[in-house]
């Protein structure tokens, strides 16, 4: 009877015609036939070798850096739906893997956006009292500062009123997320003016209490965030949610602590915000890339098809909006470089911009037509309210984002 030990040593594969030898395998001895040895798997590159080899291998492992890389960008914005049919259709290798497209792509446009965009002279980034209420010294101040923001709430309000006007007038499926954008404006302008006339009727009553007891005026109150109506102190008045465990509240007030130091910062450097803001974007988008192809997955159940296949379509479609914005962001710096003053060239560099704004949603609508060839009636409903729910979840994202942003700048 034969046992296992008494039998041959299996042959190694026949060579390809004209291939030499490689030599033998370091670690077991085995003749090579190719980059792996085919007995223990042991790659014949090691780290020890030329560093220019090893940046060329990392580039094609990790990013597929070579000519798959020209082959997948143009018709990755060129095309809408190409690469995910390509995909589909078994027609793989030719092309960067989608999962690495997407990452690759997603990192540099934000890194590039972080160097392109900058708020400089203005401050967009308004926190605690730079409406004035809270610095003023007196009844007459307030008042003036009050009437002053309310001023300028009216005066946006009015400009926001005919768009939203003509948006309403020709709503047809595709303005939807218009329409809803221009009614949340609006809503959170209104917002703002409550908020103010009750900030400046809490400072005035603050002023006539101190009047009517003879006590000091209140002191001016920059940059503090507030709790139950009161300002958030660590010990008198901390944050406290009755269902978590003490160790959880600390935690809480330790990051609010953080974020009131941070504002200071911010009205100093809002460039830090925006800094920290593209550069947690893109971990933000991985968060919801599987939510949205959960959501092609629902509106097309009945196509059967994959969970895995609608990720593909979200991966591709990310990637091209991120391929899109780092085109937008090279214009942005062309546009400063070269035509720093406006003129033509500054006109050129704004229509590329606006072209390129204008072809994001088209291209999305065109892939999701093809991908999925369903009528075109059919498309654009899905697609408006596929739109519509993502832009509620990338909004709460980007909310907590910039909350998280605050805190951890």
């Known amino acids: 009877m034969t046992t296992p030990t008494d039998l041959p040593a299996p ?16 670690n077991c001895g ?7 040895c085919y007995a223990c798997g042991q790659p014949v590159k090691g780290l020890v070798r030329h560093f220019s080899s ?18 997948t960008l143009w018709p990755l914005f060129a095309r809408p739906g190409y690469l995910s049919l390509e995909y589909f259709a078994g027609r793989r290798i030719r092309y960067v893997s989608p999962f690495r497209l997407f990452f690759f792509i997603a990192i540099v446009t934000f ?16 926190l605690g009292g730079d409406s004035g209420i809270e610095t003023a010294r007196d009844i007459a101040e307030v008042e003036q500062a009050r009437d002053r923001a309310l001023a300028e709430l009216a005066d946006e309000r009015a400009e926001l009123a005919p768009q939203i006007e003509a948006a ?10 218009t329409i809803t954008g221009l009614r949340t404006a609006d809503a959170a302008l209104q917002a703002a003016e409550t908020a103010i006339r009750a900030q400046a009727d809490e400072r005035i009553a603050a002023f006539r209490e101190a009047e009517q007891t003879g006590g ?7 940059n503090r965030l507030s709790f ?11 944050v406290k949610v009755d269902w978590l465990p003490g160790f959880a509240n600390d935690w809480l007030n330790r990051q609010v602590g953080r974020a009131e130091k941070n504002v200071q910062r911010l009205q100093e450097d809002p460039d830090l915000l925006k800094d920290s803001l ?21 509106a097309y159940v009945f196509k059967r098809r994959l969970y895995m296949e609608h990720l593909i379509v979200a991966l591709h479609s990310h990637a091209f909006v991120c391929l899109a914005l780092l085109l937008v962001f090279m214009a942005m710096a062309m546009e400063r470089w070269l035509a720093p003053h406006g003129g033509g060239l500054g006109v050129a560099f704004r229509l590329v911009e606006a072209a390129l704004w204008t072809w994001m949603p088209i291209y999305l609508l065109l892939m999701q037509k093809r991908v999925y060839r369903q009528g075109w009636i059919m498309t654009l409903v899905k697609y408006s309210v596929i739109g519509l729910l993502y832009s509620i979840l990338l909004s709460l994202g980007a909310a907590f984002t910039t909350v998280a942003s605050v805190v951890w700048l």
């Open 11 to 26: 042959s190694p594969p026949p060579l390809p015609a004209g291939d030499a030898p490689r030599g033998d395998c370091a």
């Open 30 to 36: 085995t003749p090579l036939l190719g980059e792996h």
């Open 54 to 71: 090893l940046v060329g291998d990392v580039l094609d492992s990790v990013f597929e850096w070579d000519s798959r890389t020209p082959r």
């Open 111 to 126: 890194f590039i956006g972080r160097l392109v965009v900058s708020f400089g002279d203005q401050n967009p980034v308004q």
């Open 168 to 177: 309403e007038g020709h709503a047809s499926p595709p303005r939807v997320g």
């Open 216 to 222: 000091p005026p209140p002191v001016p109150r920059l």
């Open 228 to 238: 139950n109506s009161r300002d958030w102190d660590p010990v008198s008045n901390p």
């Open 278 to 298: 593209l550069g947690a974007v893109p971990s933000t988008l991985f968060v919801l890339l599987p939510l949205f192809a959960l959501m092609l997955k629902f």
